[in-house]
């Protein structure tokens, strides 16, 4: 319970700390390192003429199984965005806290390699990602998996 506890104020420090950044993005994602969907908010930092980082949290809700009952689930990820124009690479890497209904607690660690459709004189972007989910606790798994997005800039 403790860990859970500690995740727990670690993320609430991250979303604080985050909001003396730059850009706030807030945006869907169907499929992707929340599971089926998921509602994401994004602080962008550090922004250079070609290469940006931003920093992600994110919540979803999944069925799992009569055992576990449903999902919670809390993707948190570090990303860079590469591109000097509306077209940019995006990339990733974090880790999926996943917190079920029954009381299990699953860690997986989640990645992005994709597209990024972000017009400068707009306030929306998309993203299309690939995005495994890589378990490592028990087993090493590796899950394909894809996520699209649609976003808006605040």
Request: with cysteine; aromatic share 14%.
């Amino acid at each position: 319970m403790t860990t859970i506890k500690n995740i727990l104020i670690s993320l609430v420090l991250l979303l604080i700390t985050s909001t003396c950044l730059a850009q706030s993005n807030i945006y869907l994602e169907i499929a992707g390192t929340g599971g089926l969907g998921s509602i994401n908010y994004e602080k962008v930092f550090k922004p250079e003429k070609d290469l940006s980082y931003s920093l992600r949290t994110g919540f979803s809700i999944a069925p799992i199984d009569k055992n576990n009952g449903v999902a919670l689930i809390f993707p948190v990820m570090f990303n860079g965005i590469y591109g000097q124009n509306k077209h940019k690479l995006e990339f990733g890497l974090g880790q999926s806290f996943t917190l079920s209904t029954k009381g299990s607690f699953f860690i997986m660690g989640v990645s992005n390699l994709g597209y990024r459709l972000e017009p400068d004189d707009k306030n929306y972007f998309f993203r299309l990602s690939y995005t495994p989910i890589i378990s490592y606790l028990i087993d090493f798994q590796w899950q394909h998996w894809a996520g699209i997005s649609i976003g808006y800039k605040l």
